[in-house]
């Protein structure tokens, strides 16, 4: 199956963490992506991870893959209002596959 | 990574019309994707763009619907045809860089349909 699972809606004051999940069901999955669209623009490529990965840091973006679970999350350290935005859960098989969404977070911040 | 310009960015169309969408990579990419957004909703891939042949359509979506080109390996048009109220939505341009797992995506053309 090609599914992929998120919550639809988080929010967070200022200054703390977000963490926001995935969940997905192909265990072909080889490429697992997080991308970022703010609003009335495209979609940016935040951060990736190879499926052999547990954990991949990025500055204030930490994502960890529990491969067993098939569970994804992307974690934002201290949240800006700058990061309110819509953020989208992706994974492909291969490099020549195509890349199956999931329906997006929307991320609120709280001043 | 790839720089991925989309013309135009946005257009309001009459049912009935078409609508010819152009994707220019600033360097040569190895696949080129086509993807559709609509309001509110997640992205689905509407066809894979292959260079010098015809390209590979998802489930639910058609050639003659929605024609793509790809005349060489950093140019791409996605073409809505006859459009009605249901084709509204933002159309976004992807590419792989060769050699790169790593998928951009263009702005998008942002359509609707009156």
């Known amino acids: 199956g090609e599914d992929v699972e998120q919550s639809l809606f988080l929010s967070v004051r200022e200054g703390d963490s977000s963490v926001i999940n995935c969940t997905y069901t192909?265990?072909?999955?080889?490429?697992l992506y997080w991308y970022k669209q703010e609003p009335g623009a495209g979609l940016q490529l935040l951060t990736y991870i190879f499926s052999n990965m547990d954990m991949k840091q990025d500055q204030r973006l930490t994502v960890l893959l529990n491969k067993k679970d098939k569970h994804l999350s992307l974690r934002i350290a201290d949240t800006q209002t700058g990061d309110s935005a819509i953020y989208f859960c992706?994974?492909?098989?291969?490099?020549?596959?195509?890349?199956?969404f999931g329906p997006g977070t929307s991320l609120s911040v709280i001043p | 990574s790839a720089v991925i310009s989309q013309k135009p960015s946005r257009d309001i169309c009459q049912r009935g019309t078409s609508l010819t969408i152009q994707c220019q990579v600033d360097s040569q990419v190895t696949m080129m994707f086509w993807y559709r957004q609509q309001p509110g909703q997640s992205l689905t891939l509407i066809a894979t763009?292959?260079?010098?042949?015809?390209?590979?359509?998802e489930s639910g979506f058609v050639i003659d619907k929605f024609p793509i080109s790809r005349p060489n390996l950093t140019f791409s048009t996605l073409t809505v045809s006859n459009m009605s109220p249901e084709d509204s939505s933002i159309y976004l341009c992807?590419?792989?860089?060769?050699?790169?797992?790593?998928?951009?995506f263009g702005p998008g053309t942002r359509l609707t349909v009156t």
């Open positions: 992807s590419v792989v860089g060769t050699g790169t797992y790593e998928q951009y």
């Open positions: 763009a292959n260079q010098g042949s015809e390209a590979t359509y």
């Open positions: 992706a994974y492909k098989g291969t490099s020549y596959d195509k890349v199956i």
């Open positions: 192909d265990s072909s999955s080889t490429y």
